[in-house]
């Protein structure tokens, strides 16, 4: 598996900013999305072969109301809701399976609501052969 924190290789853009105002992130903090439909966080991964793969998200929504969101990669789309988790600075852990073709995918979460995202603090890829690529 390969696990991507916002400061590190894999982690590309987020359409908003990494904050660090609300506690229990890890690593240097978290990416918050701005609250509008479509508002997406993009990360590279590369895979050695074709297949389904779990993604697992770490986040926290203080809001009452889940946020929904498609993930793609390579013409591929799941869907997945990250429900409230009571505070900002509760964290959970959500995820869903996308299907990734070998070489790098270019993994783009979006969100589905005029809310935006939930705060997401980081992205675990479950298998093996899973590598973090250079966002260039
Ligand atoms: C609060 C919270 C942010 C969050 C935002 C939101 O402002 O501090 O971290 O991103 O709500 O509703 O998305
Ligand atoms: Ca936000």
Known sequence: ???IEENEL???YVQGSIDSNNGGFTGTGFANTDNVN???INWKVNV???GYYALEWRY???SGTARTASVSANG???EISF???GSWDSWLLDSTTLFLKAGVNDV???ANTSSGLANIDSLTVHGDGVAAADCN
């Open 1 to 3: 598996y390969i696990h």
């Open 10 to 12: 894999g982690f590309c």
């Open 38 to 40: 479509g508002s997406q």
């Open 48 to 50: 050695d072969f074709d």
């Open 60 to 62: 926290a929504n203080g």
């Open 76 to 78: 591929a789309q799941s």
């Open 83 to 85: 429900p409230t988790t």
């Open 108 to 110: 783009i979460l979006s």
